[in-house]
């Protein structure tokens, strides 16, 4: 055990408290000590929420704490979702509930009979002194944590603001499920979330985006008045019963990440360290977590700085996990707008799968009457998961919503693509998704990445491309193959990726060309700036390759704006600083892309669909973001474009991407839904029932997965025989058949025993 003896606690919240109660009971021969500013009963909120997992872990470390709470809690298990007059109540979903003030009553219990020295009213001394005078000084003050602010050089904090404005508030009657209602005002959206805490009252909070609070006046209304006006929109929801506040004021979330939560004997906790959004759960619930990790390192590490190293280990990937699921919720409150004329069933799934951790196959477990009257609602045939629904573009009828997404394999000669491709895209295609794309098909030689990209300026490239795709349309029927065309621009004349991605070749390098010359690493070459009349050539090598594409065979071409390369470099204000007609406005950057898509849709055959990949954000300050890009989506649809293939990033080399599952698919759904275009959503989706849940929420059309392919060449297929379907969305080719079942394994139970001795 560590000896942290005296032990100092600055915040009197429940991270604060249960934090002290756990070193105290553990250890009874700890000095601890915790100072509150405030009174015992003053809190913000009226309700916190726990879940099952959360009191496992207390009932293990404080059997005593946990049965108080037992004796408390609330409990409910299902979901309302009201929309436009319209309930729909999902179940299965288990919440615990109790008072904010009686659970801080039970934490000082606690604490006084284990003998915690409770300091109420009184600010904590300077946190330099408790640093010297005590062996651990646990920061649990909070979001607005003074403890953080004054050695914010160490921790490194960054405070994210967000759209909405929020009030907490309180209802003296019990609702019978968790409530999420919208009402549409003549100022706009506004949402109420509302959840029993004891038999007669209820936690009730107003969220609106700040324009729509400012133009319904809430900004010119005191306490009263918010709460009076907030009772009136949400009367029905309320039965016509008032709602009361304690000191309850208007204010904006604030997202707290901490590059570092300890230094020396100081650590952070709860609030102080993160925050995520109240739509995902209880902020109490993250800090009582911390309190638990905390507490049992200090008890299995040789050293207090062990200890806190080894809890921030621990729980910092878990609170990123969660405040990746609280950012993609708070966001889908933010935009809300968005999908308000969603049908009304899939309004209701989208609103419970926002943040990615509720997904179609768990809420089918724990509600499966609710999940099928959403599928039935979006065209799914009984029987059919919504990933092998059929997809129609232009002329192009995709027997499923799975893409194989393109990925560079740099095996090709001379551009031409060989045996490689051929069993590469044919596994895939056999394999059963709905659309194989290519990699990126360079449009000429100087406009490869690596001496091993693939071409389509050639007759022999054309030809080889036909071997290709007549495999395809021969042996995987109802498998359409796609070609991604594109030029790198700034990023071309490297190694190959496994010999050194983005690294200049070390010899036989080809000149490059650019919207404007800068180099994309300051290790890679300069571009040359591209001249009007080069313009007018690289956007002849578009349509010949598009020409030769059409007689290779491929049954949809997309057009490569993202990820940095040529065309990109004209859509992002970081690559682009021309001075003439092709740089400036969005307008001016969209000028040259939207010239060859015209060129090259001239020249495709009209009955073949056309997609563009962008990149939606450039994960770096000052370049395209989220609004950009919708803009660019509706840009290049009104030219023509059949859909647009969402990406992100990889514009320049200084980005800073916010990975995690799904990550792009955000980027995505607000395309789809802002600027209504059909798209594909790409970036870290992994499982089929991630697939599913995005289609069937109507956050995206059709789904592209890279890496997934490549473990698995069968993976759609595998998908269909592991979810019982057998359809017309994943035929198995006759070869395979006997292979659509997963092969029986040694039986590995033991007998029953017959006989029982004595007997």
Request: charged share 25%.
């Amino acid at each position: 055990m560590t000896a942290a003896r005296r032990v100092a606690v600055i915040g009197g919240g429940p991270g604060g408290l249960y934090t002290a109660a756990l070193l105290k009971r553990l250890d009874p021969a700890r000095e601890i000590t915790l100072w509150e500013r405030n009174a015992p009963d003053d809190t913000f909120g009226f309700g916190v929420v726990l879940s099952d997992e959360t009191l496992g872990g207390i009932e293990h470390a404080d059997p005593a704490v946990h049965r108080s709470l037992q004796r408390e809690f609330v409990r409910w298990d299902a979901i309302d979702v009201v929309h436009r007059g319209t309930r729909h109540t999902s179940g299965g979903h288990g919440f615990a509930a109790l008072g904010r003030h009686r659970l801080l009553r039970i934490l000082h219990d606690r604490c006084r009979e284990l003998g915690v020295d409770l300091r109420f009213r009184t600010p904590a001394p300077e946190t330099d002194r408790l640093i010297r005078e005590y062996d651990l000084v646990v920061a649990a003050d909070g979001v607005h944590s003074a403890v953080r602010t004054a050695h914010a050089d160490v921790f490194r904090p960054r405070i994210t603001g967000h759209r909405c404005r929020y009030i907490w508030l309180a209802a003296d009657f019990a609702f019978d499920a968790f409530r999420f209602e919208i009402a549409e005002t003549e100022h706009g959206v506004m949402q109420l979330h509302g959840y029993p805490y004891a038999a007669d009252a209820s936690t009730v909070i107003v969220e609106m985006r700040e324009e729509v609070w400012r133009a319904a006046g809430f900004d010119a209304l005191d306490e009263q008045g918010s709460v009076e006006r907030c009772a009136k929109i949400f009367a029905e929801a309320l039965g016509g019963r008032p709602l009361r506040s304690r000191d309850s004021a208007w204010t904006t979330f604030r997202t707290v990440v901490n590059e570092r939560w300890s230094h020396g004997n100081l650590v952070l906790l709860g609030d102080a360290a993160h925050t995520a959004h109240f739509s995902i759960g209880s902020g109490t619930k993250l800090a009582v977590e911390d309190a638990l990790a905390l507490t049992a390192h200090l008890s299995e590490q040789p050293t207090p700085e062990q200890a806190l190293t080894a809890y921030e280990q621990e729980r910092a990937p878990v609170v990123a996990s969660t405040q990746r699921a609280a950012r993609a919720s708070l966001e889908w409150f933010e935009n809300l707008a968005l999908y308000l004329d969603r049908p009304p069933r899939q309004f209701a799934f989208n609103l419970l799968t926002r943040s990615r951790r509720v997904t179609h196959g768990n809420l089918r477990l724990r509600d499966a009457a609710f999940t099928e009257s959403v599928e039935r609602e979006f065209g799914c045939p009984p029987g059919t998961p919504p990933m092998f629904t059929p997809f129609r573009l232009r002329g192009l009828t995709l027997r499923n919503r799975v893409v194989v997404s393109p990925m560079d394999m740099y095996s090709a000669v001379d551009g031409v693509p060989g045996d490689f491709h051929l069993v590469h895209l044919g596994a895939r295609a056999l394999g059963g998704a709905g659309l194989v794309m290519t990699e990126m098909v360079c449009v000429s030689p100087e406009g490869r990445i690596t001496p091993g990209c693939a071409g389509l300026w050639t007759g022999r490239q054309t030809e080889s491309w036909r071997r290709i795709t007549d495999f395809v349309h021969r042996q995987a029927p109802g498998t359409a193959i796609g070609v991604q065309l594109g030029h790198s621009g700034r990023k071309g004349s490297t190694r190959l990726m496994w010999e050194g991605m983005d690294e200049p070749l070390p010899e036989g390098n080809w000149p490059l060309v650019a919207a404007s010359p800068l180099p994309y690493t300051p290790r890679s070459q300069v571009p040359r700036e591209l001249t009007r009349a080069q313009l007018t050539d690289v956007r002849e090598q578009f349509t010949s390759a598009a020409w030769r594409a059409a007689r290779a065979g491929f049954d949809l071409l997309e057009l490569h704006c993202a990820h940095g390369y040529l065309l990109s470099g004209f859509l992002s204000p970081l690559t682009n600083h021309r001075t003439d007609a092709y740089g400036g406005s969005l307008d001016k950057r969209l000028r040259f892309p939207l010239e060859v898509f015209d060129a090259v849709r001239a020249v495709w055959p009209e009955e073949r669909p056309m997609t563009v990949r962008v990149s939606a954000t450039d994960w770096a300050e000052g370049g395209t973001g989220a609004e950009d890009a919708v803009a660019i989506a509706r840009a290049f649809a009104a030219h023509g474009a059949d859909a647009v293939d969402v990406s992100t990033g990889q514009v320049v080399a200084d980005e800073r991407p916010e990975f995690g599952r799904s990550y792009q698919t955000p980027f995505a759904d607000r395309i789809r839904n802002e600027a209504g275009v059909p798209v594909i959503a790409v970036g870290a989706i992994s499982s089929w029932d991630d697939v599913n849940s995005l289609i069937l929420a109507g956050r995206t059309d059709l789904c592209a997965l890279a890496r997934p392919h490549l473990y698995d060449p069968h993976w759609t297929l595998h998908a269909a025989a592991e979810q019982g379907y057998q359809g017309p969305g994943a035929v198995w080719p006759a070869p395979y058949r006997a292979g659509s079942r997963p092969p029986r394994t040694g039986r590995a139970d033991d007998p029953a025993p017959r006989v029982t001795p004595g007997g």
